[in-house]
């Protein structure tokens, strides 16, 4: 069995994708819902099937590209 908390904390971020499911990913991502309103804890087939969807649809934002906007410390304590 999975935890409630990590169960939680991947319901409210699929939240923000729910507008582009598709429509099976949208039936299954409402039966979800019930399922944890219920306080159901979900077994490994359903958080299996949670995990691919915010994999599928959550995407880490990538810092590396806002490293030119921040200038190195090491250049100023070298004087």
Do not use: C, G
Not at 46 to 53: A, N, Q, S, V
Not at 54 to 71: C, E, G, M, R
């Amino acid at each position: 069995m999975s935890s409630y908390r990590e169960q939680k904390k991947y319901l409210q971020a699929l939240k923000k994708y729910e507008r582009n499911f598709t429509r099976q990913e949208n039936e299954e991502y409402k039966m979800f819902i019930k399922r944890d309103k219920d306080d159901d804890e979900f077994d490994t087939l359903t958080m299996k099937r949670i995990k691919e969807l915010h994999d599928k649809y959550h995407k880490p934002v990538d810092t590396s590209k806002y490293d030119k906007f921040f200038k190195k410390n090491s250049d100023s304590e070298s004087n």
